[in-house]
């Protein structure tokens, strides 16, 4: 290191070191010049160490511009100028070319706002550069005319002369003037900025120049190449992976690499990527492909994603898994070469494409999946937390804790275990406590519950967020009768007076019939208090609101029955109701069961009732809106009268407009189990029809129906539902088994073929005798039909007899078997257990 006397004197070996750096700058060596003088100035400070420094500065200035660097050389004097106010006249003097070309690109890149420019001078550069900008600007768009070009405002001594100069050529060049052209780039000074596009520019009119950069290798490449070569060569080696054949797999990629190289250099390692992934795909050998490639291609983050993608699309399972792994691959990989950050959005948009190219697989074979990967790779749960859509939603909301995150979450949770939603919506509404969507699904959460003091409390927070929603507006009359329903199941009358003063208050509650709610509730209070005259003025409220004893005697069940206090309330007969009574069912259990579902209250109705209102409605079904017509096919669903609700459906398909899928539907559900055939082509034309209509809520149902059948594939086009609508319209009866309803073998192809135990038998199938039944009542022989059937030791034929006999009239109702067991043998028996939803045996 160099030192410094007291006297700031130079040690013995300044002048050696001087020396040295002289003899650097002579040599051309000016780097290594500067990087010794800074040393020498850094140990001596002296004038002159610092001259010394200015000089190979100097030095270092002229051979950046020599390289054609001037915008560097620019930026390194103005750093000199700065940092060593005497190099000023040194770097202006006149007698060495440095001063005299520094000074030229001081002059050049002087701003314009610079004080010491003048404001004509200030005003004759700008009015320069913003033309040649305009003509650059037209130039690279494409051919314009000679006088275009003229650029009047950039005279020929000006420092952006030779750009006017490299403007003029590139007219040239694209109006095909290729001497020309020549002329404008041999006159462009070598030392100046636009020399660099020379070379490139001079390859393009088909000149021989020194080697090119690679950026000026791809301008050649991407002006002057004929890309039809490439596609070609690409539609040539997608012909061949159709093909399925690696020879001609293996030719295709040599081709298309080399048409790359000559079309399209700067694109061959992304081509070499894509192949290699494609190649991958389709089993070709791997070596064999790097072979034909000429190498192998590079396994950065955008082949990783290549790849990943590629995985996504094969589909199966394995592939899947591979996907995903394949994604966190990418991952690293993409943060290491800076795509972006490990705990940035971006990460978190790549869990949630991951967690939902999971969601795509049913959830037994994903658990399989994530066993054998664990069982395989002997890695921890979390090492493996791309195959599990939990971890990989936690990660993305904690990574980016948005709205969308959140959501696709709670969506995926409301299908797993119990209470997985809960626990997500409540994360959810911690981190985002102003988003209502967490707040309402924790209210319902807790009113199924029962908890209905805390399901209010959400409700107050929902209501200070967005008190006009929708869900929040039913919401407070909803839990306040729950509450109140609550309470009475207590034998709390007075808590649930309070929440009924409450209720009374609301606006909705004297909203259609709510009103006969509220009187229903409080005749319950009353009963349950033993106040027996004022239970019955309530009661009177009741029938007046819904204009009539029967519809109020069916609410005030519902009410009993909500509350547990069904010993309170108990239907009569319906033989007890007079005639105008009797008419009128229809529509009452229409308003009751709609006020019911209103209040989320589950509304028993007798069977005899039910019986009584299928009979009264072909005289009230003309009087009834669609809206009205699909409550009673419902009802009639959920009490097992399926004729009442097969009536109400020809009913509502006689309607037409878009309510026909629905109805089709409900038809579908109301058909015998024996007519497994003509359900499921209802339920596939519904869903159809539905799909037209955008009612993804009856597509949902119908392809639930369909699943549980042996038709779940079945689909029809627009015209082939049609034609079912049309059949199903003109069948306005119940079917029985001699009477089972349109023929659509045409739509069903062999999986349509007849049933009946005639047919079977001629197949080769089983027959049950107790499917044996003829198309007239009169000429069935019991006796024939017992005949060689294996009875129970301890039955006489007699009672056998009466059970075929009660068997064939249950078929001709389209009873379920439960019905009919229960109905024979008495509810004691035990028979009718829980079934799947939606199925009658």
């Known amino acids: ?74 930026a390194l004097l103005e750093l000199v100028r700065e940092r060593y106010p005497s190099a000023r006249e040194r770097l202006h003097g006149r007698n060495g070319s440095v001063g005299m070309t520094a000074g030229g690109i001081e002059e050049l890149l002087r701003p314009p706002n610079d004080p010491e420019l003048s404001a004509e001078r200030r005003a004759a550069l700008e009015a320069a550069a913003s033309a040649l900008q305009r003509a650059f600007l037209a130039v690279t768009a494409g051919p314009i005319d000679e006088a275009a070009v003229e650029l009047p405002e950039v005279s020929h001594r000006s420092p952006l002369a030779p750009w006017k100069l490299l403007v003029r050529a590139i007219a040239c060049f694209y109006r095909g003037e290729d001497e020309a052209c020549r002329r404008y780039l041999e006159a462009i000074q070598p030392e100046s900025a636009p020399a660099r596009l020379v070379p490139a520019m001079q390859a393009m009119l088909g000149g021989k120049p020194a080697r090119l950069t690679a950026a000026s290798a791809a301008l050649v490449s991407s002006t002057t190449s004929d890309p039809g070569v490439l596609r070609k060569a690409l539609e040539a080696l997608e012909g061949a992976f159709e093909s399925h054949k690696d020879g001609a797999i293996l030719k295709g990629i040599r081709d298309a690499v080399q048409a790359c190289r000559q079309t399209a250099p700067d694109q061959v390692e992304k081509l070499k990527q894509h192949i290699s ?37 094969v589909g199966d399972p394995e592939s899947v898994a591979i996907a995903c792994a394949t994604w966190d691959d990418f991952r690293q990989q993409a943060v290491r070469e800076g795509w972006f950050t490990a705990n940035g959005p971006e990460a978190a948009t790549l869990y949630l494409h991951m967690a939902g190219v999971l969601r795509k697989l049913p959830d037994e074979l994903l658990a399989d999946l994530q066993q054998n990967a664990h069982r395989q790779n002997r890695k921890s749960v979390e090492e493996m937390y791309f195959l599990d859509p939990e971890k990989l939603y936690e990660r993305a909301c904690a990574l980016d804790p948005h709205f969308e995150s959140f959501s696709q979450w709670l969506d995926w949770a409301k299908g797993h275990r119990p209470g997985q939603a809960e626990r997500v919506a409540e994360a959810w509404h911690k981190i985002r406590p102003m988003d209502i969507e967490p707040i309402l699904l924790l209210m319902e959460a807790k009113e199924k519950r029962n908890a209905f003091q805390t399901s209010l409390q959400y409700l107050a927070k929902a209501e200070r967020i967005d008190s006009v ?83 109020a005697a069916l609410l005030i069940l519902g009410v009993a029955n909500a509350s547990k206090q069904i010993a309170l309330e108990q239907l009569p007969p319906v033989e007890k109701l007079g005639k105008a009574e009797r008419g009128a069912l229809p529509e009452a259990v229409i308003r009751v069961v709609e006020l019911a579902r209103d209040m989320q209250m589950v509304q028993p109705i007798p069977s005899d009732w039910m019986a009584e209102t299928a009979k009264q409605f072909p005289r009230n079904s003309q009087s009834l809106n669609v809206g009205q017509l699909e409550t009673l096919a419902e009802a009639g669903l959920s009490v097992e009268q399926f004729e009442l609700t097969y009536t109400v459906s020809a009913a509502g398909l006689e309607r037409g407009g878009p309510t026909e899928a629905n109805f089709l539907l409900l038809r579908a559900k109301s058909l015998p189990e024996y007519l497994e055939a003509r359900r499921a082509v209802c339920a596939s034309a519904a869903a159809q029809l539905a799909r037209q209509q955008r009612q993804m809520d009856v597509v949902e149902k119908a392809v639930e129906l369909l699943a549980d059948s042996a038709f ?100 001709e109702r389209g009873e379920s078997l439960d019905s009919l067991l229960n109905r024979v043998f008495g509810p004691e028996a035990g028979f009718g257990g829980r079934r799947r939803k939606g199925r009658r045996r």
Not at 490 to 516: C, F, V, W, Y
Not at 517 to 527: D, G, S, T
Request: aromatic content about 4%.
């Open 1 to 74: 290191m160099w030192h410094r006397s007291k006297k700031n004197r130079p040690s013995p070996g300044a002048a050696a070191a001087e020396a040295s750096v002289r003899q650097l700058i002579a040599n051309g060596k000016s780097k290594a010049a500067v990087e010794a003088a800074k040393e020498i100035h850094k140990a001596q400070a002296t004038a002159a160490s610092e001259a010394l420094l200015v000089d190979a500065y100097a030095a270092r200035i002229q051979s950046l511009i020599d390289q054609n660097l001037t915008v560097e050389a620019a």
């Open 277 to 313: 992934v494609r190649s991958m795909l389709a089993d070709v050998n791997i070596e064999k492909v790097r072979a034909a490639m000429g190498g192998a291609s590079l396994k950065d983050a955008y082949f990783l994603r290549l790849l990943a993608r590629g995985m996504e699309e």
């Open 469 to 551: 929603h929708p869900a929040v507006r039913r919401a407070r009359l909803r839990l306040l009768a729950g509450s109140a329903l609550r309470h009475l199941q207590q034998k709390k009358p007075h808590l649930a007076e309070d929440k009924l003063a409450e209720m009374e208050t609301l606006p909705q509650s004297q909203q259609g019939d709510r009103p006969a709610f509220l009187a229903a509730l409080r005749y319950m209070i009353c009963a349950v208090r033993g106040v027996g005259d004022a239970a019955a003025a309530h009661r009177a409220e009741v029938e007046r609101v819904l204009g009539g004893k029967a519809a």
């Open 712 to 811: 779940d594939d079945l689909s029809f086009t627009s015209e082939q539902a049609s034609t079912v609508v049309r059949k199903e319209k003109a069948e306005r009866s119940f079917p029985t088994g001699y009477r089972p309803g349109p023929d659509y073998s045409d739509l069903l192809g062999a999986a349509g073929s007849c049933n009946c135990p005639k047919c079977r038998r001629a197949r080769g199938e089983a027959v049950s005798p107790f499917e044996d039944f003829e198309e007239e009542d009169d000429d069935l022989d019991f006796d024939a039909m017992l005949d060689g059937t294996e009875l129970p030791p301890d039955m006489p034929p007699e009672i056998a007899r009466m059970l075929l006999e009660e068997t064939r009239k249950s078929v």
